[in-house]
């Protein structure tokens, strides 16, 4: 059984030569975003100051100190 992996390399590798181009241009660009995206989210110290936002967050409403509100509510 082929994976999903080699199904849509079957897949792209019936079209036409110009269109596996573009395709295969469109996947790298994806996958530097990515890699781009994942190094941010571990490098930054800004996700730490957010993480601590979110566990403050989470401890006020344990505690029972926030309200639920819809969008335009706020």
Excluded: C, H, Y
Aim: net charge negative; no cysteine.
């Amino acid at each position: 059984m082929l994976s999903r992996f080699e199904k849509v390399i079957e897949q792209v590798s019936s079209l036409p030569i110009e269109i596996q181009d573009e395709i295969a241009e469109q996947w790298l660009e994806d996958i530097e975003s990515e890699l781009n995206w994942q190094k941010t989210l571990q490098t930054s110290q800004e996700n730490k100051f957010l993480l601590e936002l979110a566990q403050n967050a989470l401890s006020q409403s344990a505690r029972g100190e926030t309200l639920i509100k819809g969008f335009d509510e706020i």
